[in-house]
């Protein structure tokens, strides 16, 4: 089967080379400045829209754009699958803007490069099937089965709903320690190097990508809100304490 990955960028260019372990792939980026990984074909955009498949490796912001600027292109039984952190919004975008008689799944899939360096057995993919029939949905959940992960199939909204607790609040907490420029040190507790691999897994993705974490998931301002109240409630809670005659001692 032909496959068509539209974006070429870290994640788009290892999920490429993962798909072209079992698919003839073909890949498009809007810069020629990125190399195709190996075992993928260089396409024009023209050529990649003829591809039964196409997997949408973009950031969430650029989802409208460029389904907007595929949509003319496009077969009108394509099958579009995202790989965005978020669901609602790609999710929303499709089937607004891709052909009426394409179908559509969201991916997430929950990790990158770096934590899929040795393979990606057990790690989590969440499955979101919107527009497509049975068929062509167990296929995809059998195919990512087949590469060793963890498939989790749940709505878009609920994948928001409890990834701005998990996803969201790791990558807040991850650039918010690395404004404090927080440093490898001897004395270092094991606890301190953990929060250290979070600094470091969070801030080797993009900025963009936070920011977009934070404005297209509708849950993410609320788990702000809920952080900066836990924040001063802690904080008020503790200056209580030191303030205390007993505190004083």
């Given at each position: 089967?032909?496959?068509?990955?539209?974006?070429?960028?870290?994640?788009?260019?290892?999920?490429?080379?993962?798909?072209?372990?079992?698919?003839?792939v073909k890949?498009?980026?809007?810069?020629?400045?990125?190399?195709?990984?190996?075992?993928?074909?260089?396409?024009?955009?023209?050529?990649?829209?003829?591809?039964?498949?196409?997997?949408?490796?973009?950031?969430?912001?650029?989802?409208?754009?460029?389904?907007?600027?595929?949509?003319?292109?496009?077969?009108?039984?394509?099958?579009?699958?995202?790989?965005?952190?978020?669901?609602?919004?790609?999710?929303?975008?499709?089937?607004?803007?891709?052909?009426?008689?394409?179908?559509?799944?969201?991916?997430?899939?929950?990790?990158?490069?770096?934590?899929?360096?040795?393979?990606?057995?057990?790690?989590?993919?969440?499955?979101?099937?919107?527009?497509?029939?049975?068929?062509?949905?167990?296929?995809?959940?059998?195919?990512?089965?087949?590469?060793?992960?963890?498939?989790?199939?749940?709505?878009?909204?609920?994948?928001?709903?409890?990834?701005?607790?998990?996803?969201?609040?790791?990558?807040?907490?991850?650039?918010?320690?690395?404004?404090?420029?927080?440093?490898?040190?001897?004395?270092?507790?094991?606890?301190?190097?953990?929060?250290?691999?979070?600094?470091?897994?969070?801030c080797n993705?993009?900025?963009?990508?936070?920011?977009?974490?934070?404005?297209?998931n509708p849950?993410?301002?609320?788990?702000?809100?809920?952080?900066?109240?836990?924040?001063?409630?802690?904080?008020?809670?503790?200056?209580?304490?030191?303030?205390?005659?007993?505190?004083?001692?």
């Amino acid at each position: 089967m032909e496959i068509g990955v539209y974006g070429l960028g870290r994640f788009g260019s290892f999920w490429a080379q993962l798909l072209a372990k079992r698919f003839e792939v073909k890949g498009y980026n809007r810069s020629n400045e990125r190399p195709a990984p190996e075992g993928v074909e260089r396409v024009s955009l023209d050529r990649l829209a003829e591809c039964p498949v196409i997997f949408l490796c973009v950031s969430i912001s650029a989802m409208e754009p460029v389904v907007s600027q595929l949509r003319s292109l496009l077969r009108e039984d394509v099958l579009l699958i995202d790989t965005c952190s978020v669901k609602v919004h790609p999710v929303s975008v499709m089937e607004r803007s891709a052909p009426s008689g394409a179908q559509i799944i969201g991916t997430h899939p929950m990790f990158g490069p770096d934590s899929a360096k040795n393979g990606t057995e057990g790690l989590p993919l969440i499955f979101t099937p919107v527009r497509v029939d049975s068929e062509t949905a167990e296929f995809w959940r059998e195919h990512f089965a087949g590469l060793g992960l963890h498939v989790m199939e749940m709505s878009a909204d609920q994948h928001d709903h409890e990834a701005a607790y998990t996803q969201g609040i790791t990558h807040f907490v991850g650039r918010l320690l690395k404004e404090l420029n927080v440093q490898p040190s001897p004395m270092s507790t094991l606890g301190y190097r953990k929060i250290l691999e979070v600094v470091d897994q969070t801030c080797n993705d993009p900025y963009q990508l936070f920011v977009d974490l934070q404005r297209y998931n509708p849950y993410s301002a609320n788990m702000r809100d809920n952080l900066r109240g836990a924040f001063d409630t802690l904080i008020s809670r503790l200056s209580s304490e030191l303030d205390s005659p007993q505190g004083r001692e």
